[in-house]
Every structure is written in structure tokens, then in C-alpha cells.
């Protein structure tokens, strides 16, 4: 069981926006940096968001991040066939001095 | 190019022992928090442990503390990660993972920041 919670799975048609989201606590996304990770089938995870809603050089801007309180969303617009995925929330956790990441979300595109 | 590579795993009877290695190339390894993440089969991410830049800070996920050990050696670009009194649910791939983030030229690392290189990882199989 995840520190962090997210719906196992999410699904869109190409085009569409979708948002994923991730919920914590006081001593995790309530206090501390929400980074986001992209992994695609048998790859290491990828750095998608960080530091909340910053976005590494070569990630578009179709692709933004957002926190309030001790919840945080990831949106994916104009959704295409390579955002097929399973996408990871992470937090550090003061109570627990580690990092909690989420369950994972697995981005199913119809 | 900034690439980490990880080495070390492997088949392992339940109560034995690996180190895993992870060598960094392409980018100024001493100026950076590093970290240890695995995933076992068909599940999600578990962040394992993390180490300061000069060795002097180290965290640990609560399952491993007291079996793994997280280190380090600046002058070979590498960490290392000895797991001991190994368990089945310890088999999984083990990513080493960079901490920090790069922006306008400048790099900052932290415990606290996102992972922004992965290695690809090496399999830990614990089985009799």
C-alpha cells in the first residue's frame, strides 16, 4: 500500500486532455516538492514534472503539473498514442525521511 | 552524455548478499544526492535509500534499514548499494537515480528534488 494515492488507471481518446492525480499528506506533497515520472513498458522511469509544475528540458508543454495542499495533479493535453504509459507521483516525506511515490497510474490511450 | 550504469545483480538464495554498483559518467558526480529505486515484478516504484554528496547523509525506506547499505566514492564516480539477509520480496530491478534538476544553465541538487537520470537498472532474484 502507497503512501501516496492514485487511481491505478486513466484513459482518453487521442486529443483530449486527462488529468491524473495524487494525494498525500501534511508531511508529504503538504510540505514538500511533488516531482512526477514517466515510465513506458521495460524503460526506467523518465522525469516528467518537478519541483510541482517544472518541466525538464525536452518534456512539452502539453504536459503541466499543479499542486494544492496535500493533493497534486498531472495534466496530459492533446493526448497521442505515445503517452501511453504508467505515471508515478513522489514526494518527500519529512515524517517518514524518505521518498513516497504513488501507487503509479496506468494511461491507457483508446 | 550523462548516463548512469548499474551492475551488480543477480540469482541470490534468501539470507545471502550482492553490492550493486552504479558508475556515473558525463556530468560532475560529486555535486550531487544520489538515490537507490527498485521495482518489483509488475509493481510500482519503492525508493530504497539516498546518500549526500560526500557520504556524510544517508536515508533509508524502513524495510531495508538494518540489511541495506547505501555508499559511495566520489574519486570512481560511483555509489554502491550492499544489500545483506536478502528476502523475496527484495527481488526486483534496482535503479540508481541521480537528484537534482538542471535549468538556465545552472544544476542545484537535493534530497528533497526529482530524479532527472535513471540508469536502466539491474535484477536482484531472490530465490532458493
Known amino acids: 500500500q502507497s503512501v501516496l494515492t492514485q487511481a491505478p488507471s486513466a484513459s482518453g481518446t487521442p486529443g483530449q486532455r486527462v488529468t491524473i492525480s495524487c494525494s498525500g499528506s501534511?508531511?508529504?506533497?503538504?510540505?514538500?516538492?511533488v516531482n512526477w515520472y514517466q515510465q513506458l513498458p521495460g524503460t526506467a522511469p523518465k522525469l516528467l514534472i518537478y519541483r510541482n509544475s517544472e518541466r525538464p528540458s525536452g518534456v512539452p508543454d502539453r504536459i503541466s503539473g499543479s499542486k494544492s495542499g496535500t493533493s497534486a495533479s498531472l495534466a496530459i493535453s492533446g493526448l497521442r498514442s505515445e503517452d501511453e504509459a504508467d505515471y508515478f507521483c513522489a514526494a518527500w516525506d519529512g515524517s517518514l525521511s524518505g521518498v513516497v511515490f504513488g501507487g503509479g497510474t496506468k494511461l491507457t490511450v483508446l | 552524455e550523462v548516463q548512469l550504469v548499474e551492475s551488480g545483480g543477480g540469482l541470490v538464495q534468501p539470507g545471502g548478499s550482492l553490492r550493486l554498483s552504479c558508475a556515473a559518467s558525463?556530468?560532475?558526480?560529486?555535486?550531487?544526492?544520489m538515490s537507490w529505486v527498485r521495482q518489483a515484478p509488475g509493481k510500482g516504484l519503492e525508493w530504497v535509500a539516498n546518500i549526500k554528496q560526500d557520504g556524510s547523509e544517508k536515508y533509508y525506506v524502513d524495510s531495508v534499514k538494518g540489511r541495506f547499505t547505501v555508499s559511495r566514492d566520489n574519486a570512481k564516480n560511483s555509489i554502491y548499494l550492499q544489500v545483506n539477509s536478502l528476502r523475496a520480496e527484495d527481488t526486483a530491478v534496482y535503479y540508481c537515480?541521480?537528484?537534482?534538476?538542471?535549468?538556465?544553465?545552472?544544476?542545484?541538487?537535493?534530497?528533497?528534488?526529482?530524479?532527472?537520470?535513471w540508469g536502466q537498472g539491474t535484477t536482484v532474484t531472490v530465490s532458493s
Open positions: 558525463g556530468f560532475t558526480f560529486s555535486r550531487y544526492w
Open positions: 537515480a541521480r537528484n537534482g534538476y538542471c535549468t538556465g544553465g545552472s544544476c542545484y541538487s537535493d534530497y528533497y528534488y526529482g530524479m532527472d537520470v
Open positions: 501534511s508531511s508529504s506533497i503538504g510540505g514538500n516538492y
